[in-house]
Every structure is written in structure tokens, then in C-alpha cells.
Nanobody, 125 residues
Framework: VQLQASGGGSVQAGGSLRLSCAAS????????MGWFRQAPGKEREFVAA????????YYADSVKGRFTISRDNAENTVYLQMNGLKPEDTAVYYC???????????????????WGQGTLVTVSS
């Protein structure tokens, strides 16, 4: 699976962005997907995850109520809609996928098998 993240940019606090992650491979609907982020000088952290069908989603407390993860299996794409952005959301955002044999949703970075290249989100105050 190859992942290509896009949609990052610079916005003012309170603004919105939608990140996209396009996946290669015919079995995309069988991959649990997640978004992580890494702020300057900090470790990468979990943001959101979604199960294979899109019926269950999970969020970090810091983004709950502001971010929405979704997927379009027909388009092999997972999205992260980010509203109410704050300066502390500034980070490189990565999408990630689990191999199809690992069907559980997880918030743990080391339980994802494939990673995109990251897209930078900068939020100014």
C-alpha cells in the first residue's frame, strides 16, 4: 500500500482544512486507516482512526469535536476534516494504514504498517 497525503497549508486560528490521503492497491476497503501528527520538537501522536467500513471512528481528546475522519472506499481515499483549528494543531500530518490481516482499530503508532509522506499544517494566531 502506498499512501499520498495532501491538503495541508497555512490558515488562521479558527479556520478549516481538509486533508486527503489517497491509497494505492485494490484492497483499500480492508485497511484500517489512521491520521497522526508531529509538531516541531515533539513526538508523533495519534489524531484519528477509522475502521474498514467507516462505521466506527476514534479521536484524540485534543481534537474531538473539531476534527472528523471519513473514508471513501470507492475512491481509495481517507479524509481528515479539521475545523476550529488552533495554533497547537500546527504539525506535519501523516496518514497510516494497517495491513489487511490486522482488522482492529488502534491508536498506537507502532501498530500501523504503511505511512504516507506527511503534509504540513500551520495555524497562526
Amino acid at each position: 500500500v502506498q499512501l499520498q497525503a495532501s491538503g495541508g497549508g497555512s490558515v488562521q486560528a479558527g479556520g478549516s482544512l481538509r486533508l486527503s490521503c489517497a491509497a494505492s492497491g485494490r484492497a483499500f476497503s480492508s485497511n484500517v486507516m489512521g491520521w497522526f501528527r508531529q509538531a516541531p520538537g515533539k513526538e508523533r501522536e495519534f489524531v484519528a482512526a477509522i475502521n474498514r467500513s467507516g462505521s466506527s471512528t476514534y479521536y484524540a481528546d485534543s481534537v474531538k469535536g473539531r476534527f472528523t475522519i471519513s473514508r471513501d472506499n470507492a475512491e481509495n481515499t481517507v479524509y481528515l476534516q479539521m475545523n476550529g483549528l488552533k495554533p497547537e494543531d500546527t504539525a506535519v500530518y501523516y496518514c497510516a494504514a494497517r495491513v489487511i490481516t490486522r482488522i482492529g482499530v488502534t491508536t498506537k503508532e507502532n501498530e500501523y504498517d504503511y505511512w504516507g509522506q506527511g503534509t504540513l499544517v500551520t495555524v497562526s494566531s
